[in-house]
């Protein structure tokens, strides 16, 4: 892992999460995790963004491709400027450096921002209802990753904290256009 002192905790979540594995288990978590994967991200943002596009909310489109974008780019650069080496748990880990978790970063941007464009239309009181659903994804595709074993908890933790980050400047650059209902 990137931090001396966060590696006993890293290790033990991966041994716990490697003690849990069944084989069971292996091809729904694989499942789960290909919803994270980018070619998946990438068609949902686009067939996302053409909705809206065709709708005529055009700023709304805009800013879902500009997310990725962005997603993309930090965790490409977020990997390339860390270089850690992923877990050792799995024959063949992905050639990628494991922080941030992609998958985990990309999956929090695209439903955290399906979830507040929904939230946005919703009462006030019920908005939460939205948010607990659209969470449910990130949190499976996060706990996928690390039952797989090919990421250290704080690689998830990173790629769940970037994605909140990447989608709060979205939304705050989008708030210009709140009076228009999607």
């Known amino acids: 892992t990137g931090s001396a002192l966060l590696l006993p905790f890293d290790l033990a979540v991966a041994e716990w999460f490697s003690a849990l594995r069944l084989p069971l ?11 994270g994967d980018w ?18 909310y055009y700023s709304a489109a805009l800013h879902i491709v500009v997310a990725a974008a962005m997603t993309f780019v930090a965790v490409w650069g977020l990997k390339s400027a860390t270089m850690i ?3 050792d748990l799995v024959a063949t880990p992905p050639s990628s450096g494991a922080f941030p978790s992609g998958h985990t970063a990309g999956i929090t941007v695209l439903c955290m921002l399906i979830a ?7 009462l006030h ?21 690390l039952y ?12 769940l904290l970037l ?18 209902p999607l």
């Open 116 to 122: 507040n464009f929904i939230a946005r239309e919703s």
């Open 163 to 180: 994605g909140l980050t990447i989608t709060g400047l979205i939304r705050a650059s989008y708030s210009r256009y709140d009076e228009v």
């Open 39 to 56: 070619p998946v991200l990438i068609a949902a943002t686009v067939c996302l963004s053409l909705a809206l596009m065709f709708r005529g």
């Open 85 to 87: 080496s992923r877990p």
């Open 148 to 159: 797989l074993g090919v990421h250290w908890f704080t690689d998830v933790v990173g790629g």
């Open 25 to 35: 288990f292996d091809p729904p978590m694989v499942l789960l995790t290909l919803t």
């Open 125 to 145: 009181r019920r908005r939460w209802r939205t948010y607990l659903l659209f969470s449910t994804p990130v949190i499976l595709v996060a706990i996928s990753r």
